[in-house]
């Protein structure tokens, strides 16, 4: 049984097995993907991030932020980043994340969520978006430098709550 409770800490460790491998293959995150591990956990936790864990049998298995999209007049929305363990995937967790993250955000008082750069070549998690009722609202050509494809689209894609 999976539950998704606050990041912890304690969980800074296990957190970094599940981003790191993830901000280095530089595939799917608009981030350097030669940060230090230290670099890479500045980043999930930066002040602005509210982060939270999907736990499995006590073991950490998915992780994601949430945080205002923008300031002043656009922090009614929601921006999130998920992440799932390679031997976690295929099972639900970021879907059952995505929804957690809308709950929460919610109960913040948002409005809305916004993914500000969904790389096209992510099908997965396009697919998943799209099914979670996020519609691609621009493309952004060729605004990502994929380490395998070259230069692939991004997507900006909103919900509204």
């Not at 949430?66 to 799932?84: E, S």
């Amino acid at each position: 049984m999976t539950s998704i409770r606050a990041a912890a800490e304690t969980d800074r460790e296990a957190i970094l097995k599940i981003i790191a491998p993830v901000l280095r293959a530089g595939e799917t995150y608009a981030v350097d993907s030669d940060l230090s591990e230290a670099a890479m956990l500045d980043y999930w936790f930066l002040p602005a991030h509210e982060v939270f864990v999907a736990v499995d049998d006590g073991e950490v298995v998915g992780t994601y932020y949430l945080m205002a999209n923008q300031r002043g007049g656009g922090q009614h929305v929601a921006n999130c980043g998920y992440m799932v363990s390679p031997k976690a995937q295929g099972r639900g967790l970021a879907q059952a994340m995505c929804e957690h993250s809308q709950e929460i955000a919610k109960a913040r008082g948002f409005l809305a969520m916004q993914f500000n750069h969904v790389v096209s070549s992510n099908t997965r998690a396009v697919a998943l978006w799209q099914r979670l009722g996020f519609d691609i609202v621009g493309t952004l050509p060729k605004a990502f430098r994929h380490p395998v494809h070259g230069l692939v689209d991004s997507y900006v894609m909103f919900k509204t709550f």
